[in-house]
């Protein structure tokens, strides 16, 4: 099974600063690598697909990059509707695996 | 606009059983593989299973392989989840989402609203 470590557990920042989440896998995935935003008592959003390429609908602030074991993504200016949980998820082998997620807080 | 309408969730005892169900509109159903991905309370996203567009090629999780399984109605645009000998640990939220392509079934660009499982005695 590809395990995903997400880090930081968490982050806190105010509005308007940069983002920065990082996604380790425990062997290369390539680029089969996504990032899904969840809020309090909605379901995930799919944010990235293919470790760089946005969702229909994502705005250009968020961007995704790295391949092999290594991704990051990157919030280059947060708004307030960013504040959520955010995790990576796997789909170059069975069993899919998502990452323990990223809690990005309010400073 | 593509929806999806989970279903079928409640309080079971150990042992029990349930029946989830998925009702999709929006999109060509019978082409898309679906998945089941469920969330313990208070903790991360855990996929649990998919099945293929044509519902011969199923994948589970091993928490789950053996005792559920994931089916789908093509004709009735309504994917489903057959629970079976539950246990406490299968407490959780359980997301129905549609795969992103068509042809590859692994990652999900739109998810139901959740249905919440709950086995307690």
């Known amino acids: 099974e590809i395990v995903l470590t997400q880090s930081p557990a968490s982050l806190s920042l105010s509005p308007g600063e940069r983002a920065t989440l990082s996604c380790r896998a425990s062997q290369s995935v390539s680029n089969n690598l996504g990032w899904y935003q969840q809020k309090p008592g909605q379901a995930p959003r799919l944010l990235i697909y293919?470790?760089?390429n946005r969702a229909t609908g994502i705005p250009a602030r968020f961007s995704g990059s790295g391949s092999g074991t290594d991704f990051t993504l990157t919030i280059s200016s947060l708004e307030p509707e960013d504040f959520a949980v955010y995790y990576c998820q796997q789909r170059s082998d069975w069993p899919l695996t998502f990452g323990g997620g990223t809690k990005v807080e309010i400073k | 606009e593509v929806h999806l309408l989970d279903s079928g969730g409640g309080l079971e005892q150990p042992g029990g059983s349930l029946r989830l169900s998925c009702a999709a509109s929006?999109?060509?159903?019978?082409?898309?593989?679906m998945t089941w991905v469920r969330q313990a309370p208070g903790k991360g996203l855990e996929w649990v299973s998919t099945i293929g567009p044509g519902g011969s090629d199923t994948y589970y999780a091993d928490s789950v392989k053996g005792r559920f399984t994931i089916s789908r109605d093509n004709s009735k645009n309504t994917l489903y989840f057959q629970m079976n000998s539950l246990r406490a640990e299968d407490t959780a939220i359980y997301y129905c989402a549609k795969a992103l392509r068509q042809a590859i079934g692994r990652d999900f660009d739109s998810w139901g609203q959740g249905t919440l499982v709950t086995v307690s005695s």
């Open positions: 929006g999109f060509t159903f019978s082409t898309y593989a």
């Open positions: 293919d470790a760089s």
